[in-house]
């Protein structure tokens, strides 16, 4: 019997921008593939095409080679049945409430209004924002917003989640705790994710797996598979190893990025 294909399927991928001082090449050959209930992070120096190629996963940028495929089909656009995105500004709508902002992507797909205000309340529970549904965006507090901006990415129940450095805005306390409740939601759910960052810990604390992007163009350098239980102490002599061998190839590819030596 031959195996299911996978969730996601990235072949061959290739990116180049015209600019005023000629082409770049954002990604050369990216070839990753990711499997239902994955918890996949990218990680890799700045300008590597990170971003690029989560906009690619999400139909919202276009390969000039290569494709992308999500459950076997080419993603040709956005596509909000099967891919919800997560920025790291929530972009939230300042004249909605948490809860209003948590429906908005129920009320594009047209669902009733009864149905989708039952969604959006049910989910204010594990976001952590029961007292604070009539509660505007103004006043929340950043962690506050970036949980309603995930809220409004699951109230849609899509199976698959990016997630483009969602926390990078937030501070390191808050970002731990945001990483902590984001393990639980995705644990609670089931949805596969894939998630940006330029954080080694939240990398190794998150991930079952994670794709190490060269610099510019962006490839696949490496991708350490995580098989350890959650949660993971930093101290612990098994992820203390693991960082170790994932600053390796992130330090040799930022020195690569910006002209040094290793």
């Known amino acids: 019997m031959s195996a299911?294909?996978?969730?996601i399927a990235v072949e061959g991928v290739g990116k180049r921008y015209a600019t005023s001082s000629g082409p770049i090449e954002?990604?050369?050959?990216?070839?990753?593939?990711?499997?239902?209930?994955?918890?996949?992070?990218?990680i890799g120096p700045s300008g590597c095409g990170?971003?690029?190629?989560?906009?690619?996963?999400?139909?919202l940028?276009?390969?000039?080679?290569?494709?992308?495929?999500?459950?076997?089909?080419?993603?040709?656009?956005?596509?909000?049945?099967?891919?919800?995105?997560?920025?790291?500004?929530?972009?939230?709508?300042p004249w909605r409430t948490a809860l209003e902002n948590v429906e908005f992507g129920l009320e594009l797909q047209g669902v009733p209004a009864a149905r989708r205000r039952a969604v959006a309340t049910d989910l204010l529970g594990p976001l952590?924002?029961?007292?604070?549904?009539g509660k505007y965006p103004r006043e929340l507090s950043g962690g506050m917003r970036q949980r309603v901006a995930i809220g409004r990415?699951?109230?849609?129940?899509?199976?698959?989640?990016?997630?483009?450095?969602?926390?990078?805005?937030?501070?390191?306390?808050?970002r731990l705790l945001m990483g902590e409740w984001l393990l639980e939601i995705w644990r609670r759910t089931k949805k596969t994710v894939i998630f940006v960052t330029h954080s080694l810990q939240e990398a190794l604390v998150l991930?079952?797996?994670?794709?190490?992007?060269?610099?510019?163009?962006?490839?696949?350098?490496?991708?350490?598979?995580?098989?350890?239980?959650y949660p993971r102490p930093m101290e612990?002599?098994?992820?203390?190893?693991?960082?170790?061998?994932?600053?390796?190839?992130i330090r040799e590819e930022s020195l690569r990025a910006m002209g040094g030596d290793q």
């Open 207 to 229: 991930s079952t797996r994670i794709a190490v992007m060269t610099a510019r163009p962006g490839r696949i350098k490496s991708v350490l598979e995580l098989g350890m239980g």
């Open 236 to 249: 612990s002599p098994e992820l203390v190893a693991l960082r170790a061998k994932l600053w390796h190839d």
């Open 26 to 42: 954002a990604l050369q050959d990216v070839s990753l593939s990711v499997g239902e209930g994955e918890f996949c992070t990218l």
């Open 61 to 93: 940028t276009a390969p000039d080679r290569g494709r992308v495929l999500v459950e076997g089909r080419p993603v040709t656009g956005p596509d909000p049945r099967r891919v919800a995105t997560v920025f790291q500004d929530p972009g939230l709508f």
């Open 153 to 174: 990415a699951l109230a849609i129940d899509t199976k698959i989640v990016l997630m483009d450095e969602p926390f990078g805005a937030l501070d390191e306390q808050t």
């Open 50 to 59: 990170k971003s690029t190629l989560l906009g690619m996963l999400g139909g």
């Open 4 to 7: 299911s294909p996978p969730l």
């Open 128 to 133: 952590g924002l029961a007292g604070f549904a």
